[in-house]
């Protein structure tokens, strides 16, 4: 079992940049791959960034550009660096993890594929 837990978010204006962070307990095996995902209210909860085991990256094309996802050494905290952010890229954000990695690009960013899954951390980004 793993434990995910998101911090960072927050409100900013329109330009501005945030961090989120995301610290993993537990099995590490069962992170070999980790990607972050958001939702807006209405929506269906969509990739936005995700990273394997060989540090191959995948982005949304409406991030790409603008948020940077990495992981520390010890491979036990995720990040988004989020910067020139947009109304439209408010959302709650969750960090997803799981042990099998898939090999295809857009196939990292289906939620489908992650079985572990945190609380969320809200990101509001005013006009």
């Known amino acids: 079992q793993v434990q995910l837990v998101e911090s960072g978010g927050g409100s900013v204006q329109a330009g501005g940049s945030l961090r989120l962070s995301c610290a993993a307990y537990g099995y590490t095996y069962s992170t070999n791959c980790m990607g972050w995902f958001r939702q807006a209210p209405g929506k269906e909860r969509e990739g936005v960034a995700a990273?394997?085991?060989?540090?191959?990256?995948s982005y949304a094309d409406s991030v790409k550009g603008r948020f940077t996802i990495s992981q520390d050494n010890a491979k036990s905290i995720l990040y988004l660096q989020m910067n020139s952010l947009k109304p439209e890229d408010t959302a709650m954000y969750y960090c997803?993890?799981?042990?099998?990695?898939?090999?295809?690009?857009?196939?990292?960013?289906?939620?489908?594929?992650?079985?572990?899954w945190g609380q969320g951390t809200q990101v509001t980004v005013s006009a």
């Open positions: 997803a993890a799981d042990a099998i990695c898939s090999s295809g690009y857009w196939a990292r960013l289906r939620k489908d594929e992650y079985r572990y």
């Open positions: 990273l394997d085991s060989d540090s191959r990256t």
